[in-house]
């Protein structure tokens, strides 16, 4: 049925809010700023309002990466170099590398089965590719679809035909995406003609599968 299996990679097997929350920490206290639910929220509420932004081309990928500072220490008064705090944050994402629960045994598991393997992420490729290495999870992929090299975001569909012409698969009914991003995973697949699977809590997702923990992938494949 399926030949080929695109996995996403923050959230779905790199833990990138855990990594996250210790770098936002340190930038938000670089210009005396604390760390609490409050601000937390601030700050996701303006980065997510910017990828959204960039997934349906509103805006370029340095627009959230330096902005999404700005816009945040601009809400306290505070002007800051959005690159320079991009810097600080990418450092520390990029040593950033903890695992999802079950990452490692799902991947093993697909690679048995003779699978192949690719992610499917949006991000810069040098911090993706370091962040895998660093986590031991390199090893089990094919290829890497990142959208920093592609030059096209998921859930551009452009994005999801570079990976089906370089998989050169049959058909795309024969590749099968599995995320955590409802628009950028889900529907991004979905419109390219590849089957779907949601990691995650919300109910009711338009996906083929659904599953809330890793292990429950092995039912599907």
Same mark, same amino acid.
């Given at each position: 049925?399926? !030949?080929?299996?695109?996995?996403?990679?923050?959230?779905?097997?790199?833990? #990138?809010?855990? %990594?996250?929350?210790?770098?936002?920490?340190?930038?938000? $206290?670089?210009?005396? +700023?604390?760390?609490?639910?409050?601000?937390? /929220?601030?700050?996701?509420?303006?980065?997510?309002?910017?990828?959204?932004?960039?997934? /349906?081309?509103?805006?370029? +990928?340095?627009?959230?990466?330096?902005?999404? #500072?700005?816009?945040?220490?601009?809400? #306290?008064?505070?002007?800051?170099?959005?690159?320079?705090?991009?810097?600080?944050?990418?450092?520390?994402?990029?040593?950033?590398?903890?695992?999802?629960?079950?990452?490692?045994?799902?991947?093993?598991?697909?690679?048995?089965?003779? &699978?192949?393997?690719?992610?499917?992420?949006?991000?810069?490729?040098?911090?993706?590719?370091?962040?895998?290495?660093?986590?031991?999870?390199?090893? *089990?992929?094919? &290829?890497? #679809?990142?959208?920093?090299?592609?030059? *096209?975001? !998921?859930? $551009?569909?452009?994005?999801?035909? $570079?990976?089906?012409?370089?998989?050169?698969?049959?058909?795309? /009914?024969?590749?099968?995406? +599995?995320?955590?991003?409802?628009?950028?995973?889900?529907? %991004?697949? $979905?419109?390219? %003609?590849?089957?779907?699977?949601?990691? %995650?809590?919300?109910?009711?997702?338009?996906?083929?599968? /659904? +599953?809330?923990?890793?292990?429950?992938?092995?039912?599907?494949?």
């Amino acid at each position: 049925m399926y !030949k080929y299996i695109l996995f996403d990679l923050d959230n779905t097997l790199l833990d #990138f809010n855990a %990594g996250e929350l210790n770098v936002l920490k340190t930038i938000f $206290h670089s210009e005396g +700023i604390e760390m609490n639910d409050e601000n937390l /929220s601030l700050y996701r509420e303006i980065n997510g309002d910017l990828w959204r932004k960039l997934e /349906s081309e509103e805006v370029v +990928i340095n627009d959230v990466l330096f902005g999404r #500072f700005e816009r945040f220490f601009n809400h #306290f008064g505070i002007s800051v170099n959005g690159e320079q705090k991009e810097q600080m944050f990418r450092k520390g994402i990029n040593d950033a590398h903890d695992l999802i629960k079950d990452a490692k045994d799902i991947l093993n598991y697909v690679k048995n089965k003779g &699978y192949t393997i690719a992610t499917a992420s949006n991000g810069l490729y040098e911090t993706q590719m370091k962040r895998m290495a660093d986590s031991d999870i390199l090893k *089990y992929f094919d &290829y890497h #679809f990142i959208s920093g090299q592609i030059g *096209y975001n !998921k859930p $551009h569909a452009a994005f999801y035909q $570079h990976c089906l012409n370089k998989l050169e698969a049959g058909n795309a /009914s024969e590749v099968l995406m +599995i995320g955590d991003n409802i628009v950028s995973d889900i529907q %991004g697949a $979905h419109n390219a %003609g590849i089957a779907t699977c949601y990691f %995650g809590e919300v109910d009711d997702v338009e996906a083929d599968y /659904s +599953i809330r923990a890793l292990e429950e992938f092995k039912n599907i494949v």
